[in-house]
């Protein structure tokens, strides 16, 4: 038997009836899917320090399950000793099943971690149907190593999909299961 992510499957027999219903789409192609995970990492700190970004490409990795690459400036900062091409950031881009094990491991195991949590704030939508939420601290995930962390970082996660309107982007990722604020 061939291995499936978990919500790959509870896609097909959960969500799309489900959103079907909700929206009256005359197509299953229609229902709004997930594309992507893209993980980010600010790093500005970096600019004096070099180990930091070699430290957050390690975490990213086990964070993602994948290989994480860092990001470059794109022109000089003077004001921030920040010259072009100095790498100040981490990312790394899910598809397939690893955005399905991704997502299946903050939902049931990172967000529950994060203390006097309250639900995920429903202003990260962009209008086109994706969005953003932001963590505080890297460690919630439990790839991270508490011990060897010399400094938390927070991190963006932005989930891209085919939805249309935010409502639908919504309804998608509470099908999912992500517990948005009421």
């Known amino acids: 038997m061939e291995y499936s992510a978990r919500l ?3 896609y097909r027999q959960e969500v799309v009836p489900a ?14 899917k997930l594309v992507k995970i893209c993980l980010n990492q600010g790093l500005g ?4 320090d070099k180990k930091i970004i070699d430290i957050g490409v390690a975490e990213m990795s086990a964070i993602a399950g994948q290989k994480a690459v ?23 881009t899910l598809r397939n099943d690893m955005m399905y094990e991704f997502l299946d491991r903050l939902i049931s195991i990172a967000i529950p971690r994060v203390r006097d949590f309250r639900g995920i704030n ?3 939508f962009d209008g086109r149907g994706n969005f953003t939420m ?18 938390i970082n927070g991190l963006d996660i932005t ?16 099908e999912f299961g992500i517990p948005f604020k009421k």
Request: with cysteine.
């Open 8 to 10: 790959k499957g509870k």
């Open 19 to 32: 959103l079907t219903e909700q929206f009256q789409y005359k197509n299953h192609m229609q229902v709004p």
């Open 45 to 48: 700190t970096a600019i004096a």
């Open 70 to 92: 860092s990001t470059k400036s794109k022109k000089d900062i003077s004001n921030f000793k920040l010259r072009k091409n100095m790498p100040v950031g981490v990312r790394v």
């Open 122 to 124: 429903v202003k990260g």
């Open 134 to 151: 932001g963590i505080t601290e890297q460690i919630i995930f439990p790839e991270v190593l508490i011990d060897k962390v010399a400094k």
């Open 159 to 174: 989930f891209v999909t085919t939805a249309k309107t935010d409502k639908e982007c919504m309804a998608l990722l509470k």
